[in-house]
């Protein structure tokens, strides 16, 4: 009995990137369509967005049905936007990129064959391995290194990069491990690592091309303070009793 190949959801979170999205979907497509070695579909998550991408979402989900699908939410947050898109779909591997595709594309089949064929329960894109091949400005490179060390330091994790915008999780993290999440925003990527290894969950770190986007909108400052916030959170949960007792009691002990 043969059995079908694994389907992949891909997803790309937009706020107002009408200016991007079309090119980021076709490129996409063509890469998957090419030689990609699984089921897949993409899958635009919109979330607040003012300057028509929800509409652009629309018309390329009637160019390529079946191929593309979307949603638009009135709430911003890339978190809340992946909790959603994730959660709400039959797919077997989810995933996600970045609209501005910083991140190779080719590195989507290593995350998922990690999952399919390695056993991996998360795969995530790593920046900072020496095998990574990236080009970026001196600032984002020290402000990116800094965090990962805080985590580290903090929260005595083994991943090497949370905030590479390019990672895949099987479906049993989806409906295990999402659920816990409480960031709606950047976060969720650190939380997601940060929870599922600590829960026993195997994550692939693997290392990626990545360019620097000059357009990117991200704010360094309120994003990085928010992060910071969010550390301290989970450093009090992972140390609370509440959550020592809830690892006993499901049978996995937390991972050092």
Not at 109 to 119: N, P, S, Y
Not at 133 to 161: A, P
Not at 174 to 197: C, M, S, Y
Not at 206 to 227: F, G, H, L, M, N
Request: charged letters at 30%; one cysteine or more; hydrophobic letters at 40%.
């Amino acid at each position: 009995m043969t059995h079908a190949l694994p389907k992949v959801r891909l997803v790309i979170p937009c706020l107002n990137e009408v200016q991007q999205l079309e090119w980021s979907v076709e490129t996409c497509r063509a890469f998957l369509a090419k030689d990609f070695p699984y089921r897949w579909e993409i899958f635009v998550a919109d979330n607040g967005s003012k300057d028509g991408t929800a509409e652009l979402a629309e018309r390329l989900t009637q160019k390529y049905p079946g191929q593309v699908g979307y949603f638009t939410i009135p709430e911003r947050g890339r978190g809340r936007a992946l909790r959603k898109a994730w959660s709400e779909c039959d797919a077997d591997i989810v995933a996600y990129t970045d609209v501005d595709l910083s991140t190779e594309l080719e590195a989507l089949t290593k995350l998922c064959r990690a999952i399919h064929e390695q056993g991996c329960d998360i795969a995530t894109g790593s920046r900072l391995l020496p095998q990574s091949n990236i080009k970026r400005g001196l600032k984002r490179e020290v402000i990116s290194r800094c965090y990962n060390v805080m985590i580290k330091l903090m929260l005595f994790t083994h991943f090497s990069d949370a905030q590479c915008g390019f990672k895949a999780a099987s479906r049993r993290v989806v409906r295990d491990v999402v659920p816990q999440i409480r960031d709606q925003a950047w976060f969720f990527d650190t939380e997601l690592l940060v929870l599922g290894e600590k829960q026993g969950y195997r994550i692939a770190d693997i290392p990626v091309k990545w360019i620097d986007d000059d357009d990117s909108r991200v704010k360094i400052v309120s994003t990085a303070w928010e992060d910071i916030k969010g550390l301290w959170r989970l450093r009090k949960l992972l140390w609370s009793r509440a959550w020592r007792e809830r690892r006993a009691a499901a049978g996995t002990p937390e991972r050092a």
